[in-house]
């Protein structure tokens, strides 16, 4: 066993030194953006802070390549409109997509990234509220469990890239990505109660449905591993 373990580390070694890897990870900021029929013209959910981690195999002699993003991330995303207020739900969400992207070099050390990827999104709910429109008083309370579940999920992204070490193969990465989650009518829902001066004790069940589309800025930094073959 032991010796079969050295054997693969030694050929993980080779293939790590004879080709060229990006290992990497930074953070984003993303505007998710929910249509469905239960939410009204309320599509607008809060800001979403995340960290991803990238990993990317660039083959030698071809501008052609598959990239690995895991991203964490959360946000407070609408859910429904009921009377005059907008019920939002938080989410923690684990998103893996796997790309197939193009790199353009435009000088020494410069290059553009792009390309498009399908993947999955695992969502977990950490609480619901109630975003207060105008003069309304009311509070939410949820007496069901939490939801969670996985989705599937797509993107299209392009990132430009520079060189920031002239003695060591470390890059940084801006970029911007446009990312789509599909919530089905039967994913997981919760019981809830919610009351007001003028909604006493209404019962309700809410749950995240729909298109989910997530325009995303994010600030990645790289190491590179291997010399440069394309």
Not at 60 to 77: A, H, K, V
Not at 110 to 117: D, T, W
Not at 192 to 201: D, F, L, M, N, V
């Amino acid at each position: 066993m032991k010796c079969l373990q050295t054997i693969v580390l030694v050929l993980l070694t080779q293939i790590c030194h004879a080709q060229q890897w990006d290992f990497g990870g930074g953070a984003s900021v993303g505007a998710p953006l929910i249509y469905n029929a239960y939410v009204g013209s309320n599509h607008h959910a809060d800001k979403s802070l995340g960290a991803e981690y990238i990993m990317r195999y660039l083959p030698p002699n071809l501008s052609f390549y598959p990239q690995l993003t895991i991203g964490i991330s959360g946000n407070e995303i609408p859910v429904m409109k009921y009377d005059d207020l907008v019920i939002q739900m938080y989410l923690m969400e684990i998103e893996a997509i796997l790309s197939a992207r193009l790199v353009y070099n435009i000088a020494d050390g410069k290059e553009f990234h792009y390309g498009m990827g399908l993947g999955a999104l695992y969502y977990q709910s950490e609480g619901v509220s109630i975003a207060i429109k105008g003069n309304d008083l009311g509070f939410y309370t949820s007496n069901g469990n939490d939801v969670s579940g996985w989705q599937p999920a797509a993107n299209v992204s392009c990132e430009y890239i520079n060189k920031i070490s002239k003695k060591k193969p470390a890059y940084c990465g801006l970029g911007f990505r446009l990312g789509y989650t599909y919530f089905s009518n039967t994913s997981p829902t919760l019981n809830a109660g919610i009351s007001s001066p003028t909604i006493p004790g209404t019962q309700i069940t809410v749950g995240p449905k729909g298109n989910m589309v997530t325009p995303l800025l994010h600030l990645s930094f790289y190491y590179r591993l291997g010399e440069r073959l394309y």
